[in-house]
């Protein structure tokens, strides 16, 4: 079975730090893992996605994640804070060769950033 | 592309009746999948549609669930004598099949259940 788990359920940081959202999955076969993003009173947003090319994968609003599978891992990373990135963040994981695509997702984490 | 989008966005019921929600997906997606969130919870799959076909279904699906995509275009999600514990965002995604493995899948803005 897949699974991920979202090892902070909330991270505070200030405007202009790094921001660091960790994410460990689970999964039988080769998985294709994403991160999503929830702003208040909106849809969720498709951040980034790995699907086995590259393990490090560029997102929007400068968002990054690095896939290691030795670690299990898919952690979303991004050199600065701004005020707008503010919001509940999701990882995902999903079977790569099951052809229905259903998403598994984590508990979320809730980003704040501080001025 | 005008996005996936879901009707109503909110819904304010008494325990004990039916509700239907509606999902109009992008125009040229073939798959259309349901989702359910509670409040703090990251979103659960319910069930998806590749054209008109249901093709798998989560168990969280009681009986009381019903989905429907009679052309294969949008779909409806029907919740019979409905309990507090279905207060939850129903949440809507579709996505293109690709030759192999998946395409992104993107979301409505969700329809808000109240149960009172």
């Known amino acids: 079975a897949q699974s991920v788990t979202q090892l902070d359920s909330h991270v505070s940081v200030s405007e202009g730090t790094p921001v660091l959202l960790r994410c460990n999955y689970s999964?039988?076969?080769?998985?294709?893992l994403f991160w999503y993003v929830q702003h208040p009173n909106k849809g969720l947003q498709l951040l980034l996605k790995?699907?086995?090319?590259?393990?490090l994968v560029k997102g929007i609003n400068g968002f990054e994640a690095e896939f290691k599978k030795s670690e299990t891992s898919f952690h979303l990373t991004k050199p600065s804070a701004h005020m707008s990135d503010a919001a509940e963040y999701f990882c995902?994981?999903?079977?790569?060769?099951?052809?229905?695509?259903?998403?598994?997702f984590g508990q979320g984490t809730e980003l704040s950033v501080k001025p | 592309d005008t996005g996936v989008s879901q009707d109503p966005r909110h819904k304010i019921t008494k325990r004990g009746q039916n509700v239907t929600f509606r999902c109009d997906p992008i125009?040229?997606?073939?798959?259309l999948y349901w989702y359910r969130q509670t409040l703090g919870q990251g979103p659960e799959f319910l069930t998806y549609?590749?054209?008109?076909?249901?093709?798998?279904k989560s168990r969280l699906l009681s009986d009381r669930f019903s989905a429907e995509r009679p052309k294969g275009s949008f779909s409806t999600l029907e919740i019979q004598r409905t309990e507090q514990g279905d207060s939850a965002m129903y949440l809507c995604?579709?996505?293109?099949?690709?030759?192999?493995?998946?395409?992104?899948?993107?979301f409505g803005p969700g329809t808000r259940l109240t149960v009172l």
């Open positions: 995604a579709s996505s293109r099949s690709g030759g192999q493995g998946l395409d992104t899948q993107n």
């Open positions: 999964s039988s076969y080769s998985p294709s």
């Open positions: 790995y699907t086995s090319a590259a393990t």
């Open positions: 995902v994981v999903s079977d790569r060769w099951n052809q229905g695509g259903k998403l598994i």
């Open positions: 125009s040229e997606h073939n798959r």
């Open positions: 549609f590749q054209n008109e076909a249901q093709l798998e």
